[in-house]
C-alpha cells in the first residue's frame, strides 16, 4: 500500500538536490576563447560596396515614328472589301410633309452627313422657305436652294444643315472592323434605262440596297424642286408645276445616291425589311393594290468631271468624288439612261435601327 509523502519531505529533498545539478554544470569545461584580434597597422581604406547601377529606361519613338505607327495602326484594323455589305438606313422626318407641301420650321431637324456614304432627301441651308433637293456622297452634302430671293442655286453644305426628310446609309462594319462595299463596273454597248440597271442589281440581292455611283448617261430626265414645299399645295396635284421643274441633260457626268427596295422577291411577297422600309423611303403603303414591282427612289448631281473608266476600289471612289464639281441637283426619273461607269452596293438594313 502506497503512502504519499507529505508536501514538507518533498521540498527538502528539492533543496538537497539542486548544489548537486550546480556542482555538475561547474564541473563541465569550459569552452575555449576566441582569440583577440591581432593589431594591425594597415591603413588601406575598407571597400565601398558596389552601387547598384540604375535602369535607364529605352528611349520611346519620336512623334513622327509614333504618327506612323499609329496610322500603320489605323490602316491595319480599317478596311477589307465584301460584296454587298450590310449597313444601317436612318430616316428622319416624313417625306409626306414634303411631297404634300406642308414643310414648316417645326419640321426642320438639325442634320450633319460629313461621317456617312451617301443620303438623300431635302435640306435648307436658311430658312424652310429655302427648302429644296439634297444629295450626300463621301461626307460631302449638296442643297439645290429655292431662295426666292437669289433664286434656285446649288451650295455645298461645310457641315451642320436642317432638314425636313434625309435617308442616308451607315458605314458598314463587321465587328470592330469597317468594310467597304466591292465595285461593280458597268460598260455597255448599248444604253439601258437607269431603272432597269438599279432593278437588276436589287433582284440579285434580293434585298432593299442603296446604291452610290458615278455613271456617265447619255440622256438625263429628272425633276427639281423650284420652290419650297411650304404652301400646302400637293407635288402630285394640279400645282405641281408651280413648285417643280423639268430638267435634261445629254452627254452627263452623274453622281447619284438611289434607294431600291423589291416588293416582290422570291417568296412573292415583300421582306419584312422591305416593308417597313417602303413606307419611310417612298411615301408607299405596301398593302395598296397593284403594288410596283420594285420602288426606286434616285437623288443625283450632275458634275463636270467624268466617270473613272478604270477599275477602282470603293476608297479610291470616294477620294474621287472628294474633288467633283456639282453642278445641279435632281431627282432622276426612269427614263434616264446609263453606259458605263462604277458603283457600289450596300444592303440596307432598317428593322433593327428603330
Given amino acids: 500500500m502506497h503512502r504519499r509523502l507529505p508536501f514538507a519531505c518533498l521540498l527538502v529533498l528539492g533543496v538537497l538536490s539542486f548544489p548537486l545539478i550546480a556542482r555538475a554544470q561547474d564541473a563541465a569545461p569550459a569552452a575555449p576563447a576566441a582569440p583577440a584580434p591581432a593589431a594591425t597597422t594597415d591603413t588601406t581604406p575598407a571597400a565601398t560596396p558596389a552601387a547598384t547601377p540604375a535602369v535607364t529606361p529605352l528611349p520611346g519613338p519620336t512623334p513622327a515614328i509614333a504618327a506612323k505607327s499609329a496610322v500603320a495602326a489605323a490602316k491595319a484594323r480599317l478596311l477589307f472589301e465584301q460584296d454587298r455589305p450590310l ?199 405596301p398593302d395598296d393594290s397593284a403594288p410596283a414591282t420594285t420602288l426606286i427612289n434616285v437623288r443625283g448631281a450632275l458634275v463636270e468631271e467624268s466617270a473613272p473608266n478604270t477599275y477602282d476600289t470603293s476608297p479610291l471612289l470616294m477620294k474621287g468624288l472628294q474633288t467633283v464639281t456639282v453642278k445641279d441637283v435632281l431627282h432622276l426619273q426612269g427614263s434616264t439612261t446609263v453606259k458605263s461607269g462604277i458603283a457600289v452596293v450596300y444592303r440596307m438594313q432598317y428593322l433593327g435601327n428603330k
Fill in 87 to 285: 449597313a444601317s438606313v436612318d430616316v428622319y422626318g416624313t417625306l409626306a410633309r414634303v411631297t404634300g407641301g406642308h414643310v414648316s420650321p417645326w419640321d426642320l431637324m438639325p442634320m450633319d452627313l460629313s461621317a456617312v456614304p451617301a443620303g438623300l432627301g431635302y435640306g435648307t441651308v436658311k430658312r424652310f422657305s429655302t427648302t429644296g433637293e439634297m444629295i450626300s456622297f463621301a461626307g460631302r452634302t449638296f442643297i439645290r436652294s429655292t431662295d426666292p430671293k437669289t433664286g434656285v442655286q446649288v451650295v455645298e453644305v461645310p457641315g451642320a444643315f436642317k432638314s425636313p426628310y434625309a435617308l442616308f446609309v451607315g458605314t458598314p462594319k463587321v465587328t470592330d472592323h469597317e468594310v467597304f462595299p466591292r465595285v461593280y463596273r458597268l460598260n455597255s454597248d448599248v444604253p439601258q434605262l437607269l431603272y432597269t440597271y438599279l432593278e437588276g442589281l436589287a433582284n440579285e440581292t434580293q434585298s432593299p440596297i442603296g446604291v452610290l455611283g458615278w455613271l456617265e448617261m447619255p440622256d438625263v430626265e429628272g425633276i427639281a424642286l423650284k420652290r419650297a414645299p411650304i404652301d400646302g399645295e400637293s407635288l402630285m396635284g394640279s400645282k405641281k408645276d408651280d413648285y417643280v421643274e423639268t430638267v435634261r441633260a445629254q452627254g452627263a457626268h452623274v453622281v447619284f445616291f438611289a434607294v431600291v427596295v423589291p416588293t416582290k422577291c422570291a417568296l412573292g411577297r415583300p421582306s419584312l425589311n422591305a416593308y417597313a422600309l417602303s413606307p419611310v423611303a417612298f411615301d408607299y403603303i
